[in-house]
């Protein structure tokens, strides 16, 4: 109790909203904790592994080889060889480009101090909405304008999703993560009921009408954005890659270059002074979920349009892009670069556990697991570094800087 | 150093001696070469400027810091204190600004906590035991308080005397106080002093911090003043005024009364007719008031804290929609449900009374907080787009202009000082150029230099013409700066003097006494 009683007391003012503190501590470390949590979430995976009676080295060399890693030293620099090396990494690619899209669904909310949880229903929204324009109308569209045409009302969907969260935040004051969960669950219902037998958007192929699953935009109208790298009828890598980088570098002008992102971002630190500024903040807490939203409903329509081409109800069932989003947007400090590298990290993850992994080095239905594993223990850390860095400011505040040990000094 | 001995004084010995301490820290030195000496049963205040050094030397006492250099000694032996366990072993107690209580006990299992009489061979708490101990304790030193009271329910008052009877329960015989006004209203201030002065009559030698000058000419038998690290000079409560203190805080002479030529006031610029506002509970807070600011002058409202003052402020900024009434500025109406936006725009400029809340986003730069009214027009910003080198040159200019230190434009507000941070906010609203400028408590929580510069800023921009409403709870503040006072009591102007009236007429009006009352 002495050692509590006697502390010199915080007399920091905080920000006002959770995710506002949250993201004071994340930016106070800099680049080092986010690379010290996924070294230290890949060391418990690692020991995991060594409990499960494997060698955690041969397992993660495996993981890396799985994720087509291997391709900057095997084959770098040269894209022509298209063998299972370059196949893995166009597979981490793909999944790469999603998880930029669903990561900054997390951090563009977040950086005005909300939680957005319902990555998962606004990319929901948007395979329904995209498959519905891609497969079912505008057929008469020329190629290219029917897949901008379908990505873009993709996105809306994911928009209008997001927006219904932050309207009921704006005007009756529900917390976004309430909502936004609920919601994830109202698109994962109504997508199960699109694609489920007798659903609207179920196939209409003859002979495959009792399948759980949408018609394909490939064979449907063969709207589908280009390939940029692999083979057209084998997963190829599309240029919505380039998209995905360019949201990156969009998110970042957004929030420090406009009077748009100026305002999230005061909305974020503090609502109070925000509005003080004349800034609305019931506006920013809708216009946040909205771009978030946004995000999400660029993952999907680059989705359908880019690799998936269809959906079925085990698909939307089983997907967890959107949660992944939350752990991208977390490691990566909700900054553009560093939900870039997160999103390349975790999908690596994801594709080299899973399909990507040699079965011989590893069981694939125990690698499985280790993904998912992996991703909550990121998250988990990324917790318990932000405690960390608390309590090292807290110390630092003690022994360091006069001047933040008490206003009195 | 002078070496000055109260007569009162004179054959005390003296309990604690620190000699030469030094304390550097990465970027300045807190402690430099600072000696302090305590005598049995005196109060020793502690006075100097945020970020004199004054906490830092006490936690180097109270064993939080080590010292680079120097010497403690207790009772005449040295010491070295390894954590603030061993200074509470040598007889300190330390009662901190922010109290380290536990909401949901009661007081008397707080004060015994980490050293409770117990029964059942240790096992259980004997609270019976703590209560009668914690009765005893109280009624020694003369504190009137209710052991069994949960801490939540009782004031903040009660609680800093918790925190005391804390320290005597540890057997403290030297008490420090880390600003204990700061969290007070006056009535609890005037209580804590005459409890310091019963615990003085029992023995105890008390090391009084602060940086008000009033209080420690006050309470206070010797006066130590420290200014950037060091110890300035001691002084005896004797023959100090709080003319010749501020000179050895600051460093320089200091004009505590506003020195101001006589207004010559224009045309009316703000004008209130029959306002009303409600709060979040739909309390009518301001319940018809009526007003007139003219240009080149400063109108004062005085009242005791929440009389409707704050409801009134976020009426006229378009914070908060008014219920009825008229506001009128420069001779346009403004709309009823004007908000902030409107508000600035027909030229309010509003300096709030919490910067740290509404004044300043911690979180971002100087040049973000300058920009906190004017980002949206140019030259901030063109179709959305933000110029952040106009934002930073406008800036560089403004710190400038008001002398706000120990930051560029790049740097985050929160690291600023409270003087600078409020620099940083009045240099904001000035420089918008607003005909109205709204001060609320504009010097809340300053030192003695900023609150004189805000002082001179505000009479040099009224001089300029510009109409000032000042909002304040320092009836001191409203007294010295306005040029008209009104006084606010449940909501209503109940009435209004000239420059020169006294406390005594507007400390009764304040509590809705009549006029008649006072003549």
């Not at chain 1, 002495?2 to 003012?13: H, L, T």
């Not at chain 1, 990319?123 to 190629?143: D, E, F, Q, R």
């Not at chain 1, 920013?284 to 329509?301: D, K, P, T, V």
């Not at chain 2, 030229?347 to 740290?356: A, N, T, W, Y």
């Amino acid at each position: 109790m002495n050692e509590i009683a006697d502390r010199p007391p915080p007399e920091e003012e905080e920000p006002t909203t959770s995710a506002g503190r949250l993201m004071l501590r994340q930016k106070a470390g800099g680049i080092i904790p986010p690379v010290l949590t996924a070294i230290f979430a890949f060391f418990m995976g690692g020991v995991v592994i060594a409990i499960s009676g494997h060698n955690p080295l041969s397992a993660y060399a495996g993981i890396l080889d799985g994720a087509g890693v291997n391709w900057f030293w095997d084959h770098f620099g040269n894209t022509s060889v298209l063998d299972l090396t370059t196949f893995n990494l166009t597979q981490t690619l793909l999944r790469t480009t999603t998880f930029i899209f669903t990561g900054l669904a997390v951090a563009f909310a977040f950086r005005c101090g909300l939680f957005n949880i319902g990555g998962q229903g606004q990319y929901t929204m948007g395979l329904v909405v995209g498959i519905w324009v891609g497969a079912y109308w505008g057929n008469s569209l020329p190629n290219g304008l029917h897949v901008v045409i379908g990505v873009t009302l993709a996105a809306l969907a994911g928009a209008i999703w997001a927006g219904i969260a932050g309207l009921l935040k704006a005007f009756v004051g529900a917390h976004e993560v309430i909502t936004t969960i609920m919601l994830n669950w109202i698109a994962y219902w109504f997508a199960s009921y699109c694609f489920g037998q007798g659903g609207p958007l179920q196939n209409t192929t003859p002979g495959q009408e009792s399948n759980p699953i949408s018609d394909s935009v490939y064979q449907k109208s063969n709207a589908i954005i280009p390939v940029l790298w692999g083979n057209e009828g084998l997963q190829a890598l599309h240029y919505g890659i380039f998209l995905a980088i360019a949201a990156l570098v969009v998110f970042w002008i957004v929030l420090n270059r406009t009077t748009l992102g100026y305002e999230v971002r005061a909305v974020g630190f503090n609502p109070e002074a925000a509005a003080y500024g004349g800034i609305s903040v019931k506006k920013n807490f809708f216009l946040a979920m909205a771009i978030s939203g946004l995000f999400a409903g660029l993952a999907a329509g680059t989705d359908i349009f880019g690799w998936k081409y269809s959906a079925g109800v085990l698909d939307v069932q089983a997907s967890t892009v959107g949660f992944a989003g939350i752990a991208v947007a977390l490691l990566g400090r909700s900054t553009a670069v560093g939900v870039g590298l997160a999103a390349f990290v975790f999908a690596g993850l994801d594709y080299g556990t899973t399909r990507g992994l040699d079965p011989n080095v590893f069981e694939p239905t125990l690698a499985g697991n280790l993904s998912l594993m992996i991703q909550g223990l990121v998250v988990l850390f990324v917790g318990a570094d932000l405690l960390i860095l608390y309590l090292w400011s807290l110390r630092k505040k003690r022994f360091a800087t006069p001047r933040m040990s008490g206003k009195g000094v | 150093m002078r070496a000055v001995e109260s007569p009162l004084m004179s054959d005390a010995p003296t309990v604690l001696e620190m000699r030469g301490i030094t304390k550097q820290f990465p970027s300045v030195l807190a402690n430099d070469d600072v000696s302090f000496d305590l005598v049995r049963g005196e109060v020793h205040a502690l006075l100097g400027e945020n970020g004199a050094g004054k906490s830092t030397l006490m936690n180097i006492l109270y064993g939080l810091y080590k010292p680079d250099a120097g010497e403690i000694r207790i009772g005449g032996k040295p010491v070295s204190f390894g954590s603030a366990k061993d200074a509470i072993a040598s007889g300190l107690g330390m009662v901190h600004q922010h109290f380290m209580l536990i909401p949901v006990m009661t007081v008397a299992e707080n004060i015994v906590l980490a050293s409770e009489p117990t029964q059942a061979a240790g096992a259980l708490l004997d609270y019976n035991a703590a209560r009668a101990q914690v009765r005893d304790l109280a009624l020694q030193f003369g504190f009137g308080i209710d052991p069994d009271a949960k801490i939540e329910d009782i004031s903040v008052g009660q609680q800093q005397r918790v925190e005391i009877l804390k320290a005597l329960y540890r057997r403290a015989d030297i008490l420090i106080l880390d600003e204990p006004t700061a969290v007070l209203t006056p009535q609890e201030a005037s209580e804590l002093f005459s409890i310091l002065r019963n615990l003085q009559r029992e023995g105890m030698s008390i090391i009084f911090i602060s940086h008000k000058l009033n209080e420690v000419l006050e309470i206070a038998d010797r006066i130590t003043v420290l200014r950037r690290g060091r110890a300035i000079d001691t002084v005896p409560r004797e023959g100090a005024t709080e003319e010749g203190l501020a000179r050895l805080m600051v460093g320089r002479e200091v004009l505590l009364r506003v020195d101001k030529p006589p207004a010559t006031p224009g045309e009316v610029v703000l004008e209130l007719d029959d306002v009303h506002v409600r709060d979040d509970r739909e309390l009518e807070k301001v319940r018809g008031v009526s007003l007139q600011v003219r240009a080149g002058e400063i109108v004062g409202i005085a009242g005791v804290d929440g009389n409707g003052q704050t409801e009134l402020v976020e009426a006229i900024s378009g914070l908060r929609k008014r219920e009825s009434g008229r506001i009128v500025i420069g001779g346009r109406e403004t709309a009823l449900h004007a908000g902030v936006r409107s508000m600035l725009e027909s030229g309010v400029g509003h300096i709030p009374e919490d910067r740290h809340r509404y004044g300043l986003v911690l979180d971002f730069t100087l040049a973000e907080n300058a920009a906190l009214h004017d980002f949206r027009y140019r030259p901030d910003s063109r179709f959305g787009w933000l110029f952040p080198r106009v934002l930073a040159a406008r800036t560089q200019r403004l710190l400038k202009e008001f002398d706000v230190r120990g930051g560029n434009p790049q740097t985050k507000a929160r690291t600023l000082s409270g003087g600078n941070q409020q620099k940083l906010v009045a240099a904001r609203e000035v420089d918008r150029d607003p005909r109205v400028l709204i001060a609320a408590q504009p010097t809340r929580g300053l030192d003695v230099g900023a609150i004189e510069y805000l002082h001179r800023r505000l009479v040099e921009e009224r001089d300029r013409g510009r109409a000032i409403l000042l909002i304040s709870l320092e009836l001191e503040e409203v007294l010295s700066l306005s040029d008209r006072i009104l006084v606010m009591y449940e909501g209503e102007i109940v009435a209004e003097h000239a420059f020169g009236t006294t406390e005594e007429d507007i400390g009764v009006e304040m509590l809705g006494g009549q006029r008649e009352a006072v003549a």
